[in-house]
């Protein structure tokens, strides 16, 4: 008998980063990091993404915070983080894709079990500062 959907323990996280920002403006950039990794700053043109996966630690304590910078606009947030974030998951599921789009009024989110989220699977979650 074969599965479609691996089941697993610790299943992986993906986290992606999409810049669905108007054409002619500035670059979005994008600062992830933990407390043990520092992915550096990456600058997203229009419809460009940028993504990392990973496993949630034994303890549970697993956290990631990005900040978000578009021209003077800006914010700062956990994308994982145990229970706290919308990326969160019980144990024994399938792998997740946590897709947050950036657009003019400010984040948007989406928790997939597929790297291609459709539109309706996006909701509002943090303005821009």
């Known amino acids: 008998m074969m599965l479609t959907n691996a089941i697993t323990f610790n299943p992986k996280i993906t986290e992606i980063f999409v810049n669905g920002l108007p054409e002619n403006t500035s670059p979005l950039k994008v600062h992830c990091q933990s407390k043990d990794d520092d992915l550096g700053v990456r600058t997203l043109k229009v419809d460009e993404k940028f993504d990392f996966s990973f496993h949630q630690n034994f303890w549970g304590t697993t956290h990631f915070y990005c900040a978000f910078a578009w021209g003077l606009k800006n914010n700062l947030f956990d994308v994982f983080y145990s229970q706290k974030s919308p990326c969160r998951f019980p144990f024994f599921k399938e792998d997740i894709y946590c897709t947050w789009l950036a657009k003019d009024v400010g984040i948007y989110f989406a928790?997939?079990?597929?790297?291609?989220?459709?539109?309706?699977?996006?909701?509002?979650?943090?303005p821009w500062l």
Do not use: G
């Open 111 to 126: 928790r997939t079990n597929n790297p291609n989220p459709s539109p309706s699977d996006f909701r509002f979650v943090y």
